[in-house]
């Protein structure tokens, strides 16, 4: 249908040619068109020619009424989890299965993690994990870690090995049809692995390269100098150094997983295509015969609260870095203390997602990092909150000091309603989106079991949280996180941070990295 401009054009189209042409006589007077993503989207724009704006046609902004308003929060659904003992003292048999696809995550998890390192071996349960699939005798015959990865390549998977401080597993993601196969060559892998010694030297010197490079990074460095130095001389506050993953050696691996892999700290975690009685039906006649050795009980070392040793401040110079990390750390509760909802909303509205208090602070508004969140360790007797954050050397003790005000900030100023609800709404939904999964669901229930956890505490979560009020959290910070609880470390090149980084305290302790000694909670000889 022909127009007034008589180019079969409406319209809006004729006067967006008319402008763009008018923008195109002004080429040579400095035409500058900032149309980028909001132009795009459909928002007002204008182009500016030489000293002349000229508004573009048919880019109405839009009203913000006819944005969508906020979805309902998704539920966490958590499938039906049953648990029974496969013999008379284990292993545990966990099952939590649905059926949407054919599709199962297996996991044998041993109660025995870093936790368990021998005196002076930090690393061994690291490096034991590690060389569970480097071998074991399967059908009477050794068989070397590259015919296991073949074999279970030939069923659709790869083996996984991992270690936490109370757990060590195996982990296997099949088709169904082939469970009883990953189930056999996973149980042989536990049970009988052979632990060569040329497999061993390969392990630790990739486990050594990988600590040299943490050692050189601020951020990774910083997570080893405050665990050791916060947790202090608890059993959680060990780190594997260069000296101690030396020191390990094969009769250290023989004796941990003869003293602590037996059936009564052994639990099977299955997960998806599979139902209670199938994996029975399955695994007992694989354990049939595997009974506790006449060895006694292993001895557990008591979980103990952080302990920290040094002062407040800890500032770590690593001169060729290129940026500078900064972390403030807090005490936190147990995994079972009566306030642990409001201190998972706490440490979630000050550091949990790009809208939370701290990154609004040090990135939205400032830019002075590129993300700054907080994170919490649990253990049974306690834990540890920590907020961190990466920047430019010279901004450094502006950071430090953003940080800890942003820590403190939920005990002067509640959570409003509004920003409960987005907390909670990120909470929750990094729960669903985890347990959305076989292998998010199985490492879940993998880790309650480890850490003596009852499986029930999956279904009462959401509810939990949901249950926290702005006061809540502030009654915690307050009781947990007061200013002088607070313990910050630095780690860059400190010469570039200036004076103003040592003037925030001036009882802080300066070292340098190359001289850290992480085998001592002190850091020092």
């Keep these: 249908m022909a127009n007034d ?15 763009l042409a008018r923008c195109a006589r002004l080429g040579g007077q400095g035409l500058v068109m900032p149309l980028g993503l909001a132009g795009l989207a459909g928002c007002a724009t204008t ?12 880019l109405a902004e839009p009203a913000s009424s006819l944005l969508p308003p906020p979805g309902e929060p998704v539920p966490v659904h958590v499938p039906e989890v049953e648990q029974e003992l496969l013999g008379e003292v284990g292993p545990t048999l966990i099952v939590a ?6 599709l199962v995550s297996v996991a044998l998890r041993v109660r025995c993690g870093s936790a368990a390192d021998p005196p002076g071996r930090s690393g061994c349960a690291l490096l034991l994990s590690q060389m569970l699939a480097r071998g074991a005798m399967r059908q009477g015959r050794p068989v070397d870690g590259a015919t296991l990865a073949r074999q279970a390549e030939a069923l659709g998977g790869s083996i996984g090995t991992g270690v936490q401080d109370s757990q060590i597993w195996l982990e296997m993601t099949v088709m169904t049809p082939l469970l009883p196969q990953a189930l056999a060559l996973l149980v ?5 692995p052979l632990l060569p010694p040329a497999e061993l030297q390969q392990v630790r010197a990739q486990a050594l390269d990988g600590l040299g490079l943490r050692l050189q990074d601020p951020a990774l460095l910083a997570a080893l100098v405050a665990r050791r130095t916060v947790w202090g001389r608890s059993l959680h506050g060990a780190v594997p150094t260069p000296e101690s993953l030396s020191a390990v050696r094969r009769d250290d691996l023989l004796t941990m997983h003869r003293r602590w892999f037996r059936p009564d700290r052994v639990a099977v975690v299955l997960t998806g295509d599979i139902d209670l009685a199938e994996a029975r039906a399955l695994l007992r006649p694989m354990f049939a015969g595997w009974r506790i050795a006449d060895a006694p009980m292993p001895h557990e070392m008591p979980s103990a609260p952080p302990q920290p040793l040094l002062p407040a401040t800890l500032l770590i110079d690593l001169p060729r870095a290129a940026q500078t990390a900064v972390l403030v750390c807090a ?7 009566p306030d642990r909802r409001a201190g998972q909303m706490a440490a979630t509205v000050v550091g949990g997602g790009y809208s939370a208090r701290l990154n609004q602070a040090v990135r939205i508004r400032r830019g002075l990092s590129y993300g700054a969140d907080a994170r919490i360790e649990q253990q049974r007797a306690g834990g540890l909150f920590i907020a961190q954050a990466r920047t430019a050397p010279r901004h450094a003790a ?40 076989d292998e998010g669901l199985n490492a879940r229930l993998g880790e309650l079991w480890a850490q003596g956890i009852g499986l029930g505490e999956l279904h009462g979560f959401a509810a939990g949280i949901a249950g926290v009020e702005g006061a809540d959290v502030q009654r915690f910070v307050q009781r947990h996180w007061p200013a002088a609880a607070l313990r910050t470390l630095v780690v860059g090149p400190l010469e570039a941070a200036g004076p103003a ?6 009882k802080a302790l300066r070292l340098a990295a190359a001289d850290l000694v992480l085998d001592s909670p002190v850091l020092r000889r």
């Design 5 to 19: 401009h008589g180019d079969g054009l409406g319209p809006a189209r004729a006067d967006r040619r008319a402008w």
């Design 47 to 58: 182009v500016q020619a030489g000293r002349e704006s000229l508004p573009a046609p048919g």
């Design 97 to 102: 299965g649905r059926r949407d696809l054919p």
């Design 188 to 192: 042989d892998l536990l049970r009988r």
């Design 331 to 337: 005490p936190h509760v147990a995994l079972d203390a």
């Design 398 to 437: 502006e950071v430090v000091q953003l940080m800890r005000e942003r820590v403190l900030s939920p005990g002067r100023e509640p959570p409003t309603p509004e920003e409960l609800a987005a907390r909670r709404a990120a909470l929750i939904g990094s729960l669903a989106r985890r347990l959305d999964t």
């Design 501 to 506: 980084l040592a003037g925030l305290d001036p």
